[in-house]
């Protein structure tokens, strides 16, 4: 299975702040990966697919890049609405898997 | 507009079978490339993908739950199922059905306990 971890776990920030997060494959997976938020008790929201490209309809303060192990997510104007947690996915190889997620979190 | 709907117990007992059921619209599953995922998200975890079926009954199980799971479909009522045997408090999780990755259901909470 292909392991994802992420950096921070965790991260206190305040609105208008940049905030970057990244996401390691133990194994080369290309480009084959999504970015999701998710707010408690809500489903995960696709941000990101493909390692860089926005889904439509979201706002283009969210970035992301990279390809092979290293991938990163950025947001670069932290909005109210933007504290949740996000966790990156690949898609490369079966079983699907996911980071463990990263908090935002208000400072 | 895609949408994906979740329903089963809330509550089962363990060693009991889970049966789930994700009823969408906004596609067919006998279009080809399309696919419907189950995946679960323990309290406070990570999310973990449990099984995919595929538009041509193709059929993915996660390895270490192989024994257990069961994914099938019904085109006809755009449902698909899945059967997970011999639950265990372990396995309380919030269960999400979804077209990955842009659809996802809003997950269905199910307790395992005596």
């Known amino acids: 299975d292909i392991q994802l971890t992420q950096s921070p776990s965790s991260l206190s920030a305040s609105v208008g702040d940049r905030v970057t997060i990244t996401c390691q494959a133990s194994?080369?997976?290309?480009?084959?990966l999504n970015w999701y938020q998710q707010k408690p008790g809500k489903a995960p929201k696709l941000l990101i697919y493909?390692?860089?490209n926005l889904e439509p309809g979201v706002p283009s303060r969210f970035t992301a890049g990279g390809s092979g192990t290293q991938f990163s997510f950025t947001i670069t104007s932290l909005q109210s609405e933007d504290f949740a947690t996000y966790f990156c996915?690949?898609?490369?190889?079966?079983?699907?898997?996911f980071g463990p997620g990263t908090k935002v979190e208000v400072k | 507009q895609v949408t994906l709907t979740e329903s089963g117990p809330a509550l089962v007992k363990p060693t009991q079978t889970l049966t789930l059921t994700c009823a969408f619209s906004?596609?067919?599953?006998?279009?080809?490339?399309?696919?419907v995922s189950w995946i679960r998200q323990p309290p406070g975890k990570a999310l973990e993908w449990l099984a995919r079926?595929?538009?041509?009954?193709?059929?993915f199980y996660r390895t270490s739950l192989r024994t257990r799971l069961s994914i099938s479909k019904d085109p006809s009522k755009n449902q698909v199922v899945l059967k997970m045997t011999n639950m265990d408090p372990v396995d309380t999780a919030t269960y999400y059905c979804?077209?990955?990755?842009?659809?996802w259901g809003q997950g269905t909470l199910v307790t395992v306990s005596s």
């Open positions: 979804a077209r990955i990755p842009d659809s």
């Open positions: 906004g596609f067919s599953l006998t279009t080809s490339g399309m696919r």
């Open positions: 079926i595929d538009w041509d009954d193709d059929k």
């Open positions: 194994h080369d997976i290309a480009h084959y």
């Open positions: 493909d390692a860089s």
């Open positions: 996915q690949q898609y490369d190889n079966l079983p699907l898997t």
